[in-house]
């Protein structure tokens, strides 16, 4: 053992002792900590990344959750959290020869012995994302069968490698990753999304100044936090989990069943991204209703078998969240009224239309909405009744009114000319546009 080898030995010896030492803390407590450093209008966050931890002790399937955020939004600071938890793997970059090795004896420097049982804890998944399309390929080709609980390589030395076991992931990515998952359906099938909650732009950056020669005071009782938190759980749930309360269970059904679908890929021609070529059959529900299942038993162990309302608000956010940013954020709209047309959408969102339109007719052939031809120039898009309502709830947004229906439309005609051509196409006779009639009162 060389020197540096033995200095890093003494000071995780020094910094268990410390450990050791931490009483166990409230969850109110815990929170407290948080909020000294960061401003955090995220109610959830502070919830799934501990619940996550103790659902990754379960004897099931792994969960792996991606905590999307513009950088500097604060969610590497989150993540970072769980460093000296026990169990906790943590990684800056991956490649295609991570995982194993080809390499014989001490040369050996394969990953994945050494996190079996373990939570990969990657800060920045955006470099891997980067990478190009091939080895991005290969890398989540090996992804899928470490989440499926096997691996097997072969090597050019004629060496044969296999490896069963379990692995956690949670990592942190710009909105990179919504474009990757767009591009590589594949990539959402393992994984769920987690999108920050991000706070007010001057409050943040007036709080980094506030924090900025304090980083490692911050740093040190955050992580003393979630340790303490994780301290005063009762682990001998593990052997006999709670359930999630049946009154639940139908709704996560149908959360699980829209976002599949939602999140499903569509197949574009490359050189004209304009013509849909194929459209396979949309996820199955399976895989993510018994992650999403694994995520609320860790909130129950978390919190000592109680799992209410305010819990079940972060299953739906997980859920809608693991839907492409692209995809949601049309969902959301449609989910305001019926019948709006392209140009209303896209000027809603502040987006040129065309992008739009093929955010659109993603949903229309993965039948979340109905693309509704009147005899005009323009579409109008209507979101499927059942899926209105799964939106309005956990999104809670309210049916727009007439007259709001109409000031929409007078903002697009003045700025899209476009619309307008539209609108003077079809404007005699056209039906006044209605809201949803199974609205949500709430």
């Not at 970072?80 to 793997?89: A, E, F, G, Q, R």
């Not at 991956?94 to 994945?112: C, E, H, Q, R, V």
């Not at 047309?341 to 992008?355: M, N, R, V």
Request: hydrophobic share 40%; glycine share 4%; aromatic share 8%.
């Amino acid at each position: 053992m060389n020197e540096d080898e033995l200095k890093k030995k003494q000071e995780k010896a020094k910094r268990k002792v410390e450990l050791d030492k931490l009483e166990p803390i409230t969850f109110a407590e815990y929170n407290a900590v948080v909020n000294k450093w960061m401003i955090n209008p995220d109610p959830y966050i502070t919830t799934i990344l501990p619940a996550l931890y103790c659902a990754n002790k379960l004897p099931r399937r792994a969960v792996w959750l991606v905590v999307i955020g513009p950088s500097g939004a604060g969610k590497t600071e989150f993540i970072k959290m769980m460093t000296d938890l026990p169990d906790i793997y943590e990684l800056s970059s991956l490649s295609t020869n991570t995982f194993l090795s080809g390499m014989p004896g001490l040369n050996d420097a394969s990953l994945l012995p050494r996190i079996t049982g373990k939570i990969l804890l990657i800060k920045d998944l955006t470099t891997l994302l980067s990478k190009r399309m091939d080895d991005k390929l290969e890398l989540f080709s090996q992804l899928r069968e470490i989440w499926d609980g096997g691996y097997h390589k072969e090597f050019g030395n004629g060496k044969t490698r296999d490896w069963k076991g379990k692995v956690a992931i949670i990592a942190c990515s710009t909105q990179a990753f919504d474009i990757s998952q767009q591009a590589m359906t594949h990539l959402g099938e393992r994984f769920l999304s987690y999108r920050l909650i991000t706070p007010d732009r001057k409050a943040v950056a007036m709080r980094c100044l506030d924090n900025n020669s304090k980083e490692c005071q911050m740093e040190r009782e955050m992580v003393n936090a979630m340790y303490s938190l994780l301290k005063g759980i009762d682990w001998k749930q593990l052997e006999n989990p709670p359930e999630l309360p049946a009154q639940y269970r139908e709704a996560l059904i149908n959360l699980s069943n829209f976002s599949t679908m939602a999140r499903s890929g569509v197949i574009r021609d490359n050189k004209n991204k304009n013509m849909i070529t194929f459209v396979p059959a949309a996820e199955m529900p399976t895989r993510q209703i018994q992650q999403l299942d694994t995520i609320a038993t860790g909130i129950m162990i978390l919190k000592n078998g109680v799992f209410a309302d305010e819990d079940m608000e972060v299953i739906y956010k997980v859920t809608l969240d693991s839907i492409p940013l692209t995809n949601k954020m049309v969902i959301i709209e449609m989910a305001k009224a019926d019948n709006l047309k392209t140009s209303e959408i896209a000027t809603a969102l502040g987006y040129p239309t065309e992008p739009i339109k093929m955010y659109l007719e993603n949903m229309a052939v993965l039948k979340i909405c109905d693309r509704i031809k009147d005899g005009s120039n323009s579409d109008k898009w209507t979101m499927k009744p059942e899926f209105v309502e799964i939106i309005r709830k956990y999104e809670r947004i309210e049916a727009k009114t007439k007259e709001e229906l109409v000031s929409l439309k007078e903002t697009t005609i003045a700025n899209d000319p476009d619309a307008a051509a539209d609108e003077e196409f079809d404007r005699i006779g056209e039906p006044a546009m209605q809201t949803n009639p199974k609205a949500i009162n709430f």
